[in-house]
């Protein structure tokens, strides 16, 4: 019985030894990976970097082959060592060599826990877990809370509107608008003109949209289509421009002619011509001058109470030159205006001598001729 007890205690120390040195030689000839962090929790969109240590415990190089198993469908990754990207490396007996490992997560992707695992094949395997936090999405929204207002052809219509991005990482959006030949769109991200705006994951950007309509355009409703886009994701916003009439005026006189003469310190009635150009009635059409120093410009009348569409109204505007004018050109301006349009006239006004300094200049000149001809008759001949 002790005998065989005996045996049983040699066959076990056997078998363990045996273990022992098996377990031994396997980790003295193994591949070790190793990474501090394996489970790693990231929102959607995000870029991760591991650093991972190939480590050789056994006595003779190493040729490993690195592989990725368990990448999910639209995942990427790269891997490299030295700069290069790599799916083998070389560990010498006894050292280990740094590989870096980058998992891009896109943006539309499902929360939850995502298991991959890096292989050093016929060696070791490291499993590693991504956790993306929340559910990830391409879309994008383009708000306004006013898509419509009124004006005439002349206004700008400014719009305030909101530009997010629901996306998990930051996108640069180009900032478009689809109008006809003759509008003009201007776009104001952050109170700054550009035609593109970078924004943050889950943040919003202020954008004001700034419409102007072509000349001339007829009343009615006009669709403005703006877009915010890029590669990735577009947003659309629908403004309208409601044209409820066209502001036109124009001042000048009846034959077109805006020039005219006057003697210095002398007043010219000059007549006038106010059109109403546009489409929509005029109220309260008023008059302010530019003249020359001490000249005077006085109007009749001063105010135009209304003036519909298509009519026109006659004005007198009486201009006085300055008593000491020097001869020559000078130039009047005379502006009619509303509140919502105006027109400026240029009158070129010519100066002239007047007729008793121009006698007087002839006087004395006929003096003068007739003084040397007195003296020259009398003292010559001495």
Known sequence: MTTNKSLLNTFLFSLAFI??????????????????????SVPPGESIDYTIEVKNYGSQLKNVDILLS????????????????????SVLP?????????????????????????????????????????QGTFKTEFTSDQINMEGHSKSSFNFSSKLKNHTGEKQLYSLLAKVPRGWNVIFKPNSRQATAVEIEPGKTTNISIEVK??????????KIPVQATNKYSSANLELEVVIKGSYDLELTTPTGLLSSSITSGREKQIELLVKNSGSSRLSDVTFSTSKPKNWEISMKPDTIPALDAGASAQVYATIKAADKAIPG?????????????????????LVKTPLLWGWLGIFII???LGAMYYLFKKYGRR
């Open 70 to 89: 368990g990448l999910p469908k639209d995942w990427n990754s790269t891997l490299k060592a030295g700069g290069y990207s790599i799916n083998r490396i």
């Open 19 to 40: 273990l022992f040195c098996s377990f031994s030689v396997n980790a003295g000839n193994g591949i070790i990976l190793y990474t501090p962090y394996t489970n790693i």
């Open 366 to 368: 006929a003096g003068t």
């Open 329 to 349: 050109d000078y130039v009047s301006k005379i502006t009619a205006k509303t509140p919502e349009i105006s027109s400026m006239a240029s009158i070129r006004i």
């Open 94 to 134: 006894g050292e280990k060599k740094t590989i870096s490992l980058t998992i891009n997560v896109p943006s539309k992707v499902d929360k939850g826990a995502y298991k991959i695992r890096v292989i050093a094949k016929n060696y070791d395997v490291l499993p590693i877990v991504i956790d993306v936090s929340e």
């Open 213 to 222: 309509p072509p000349y001339g355009i007829k009343s009615g409703s006009y």
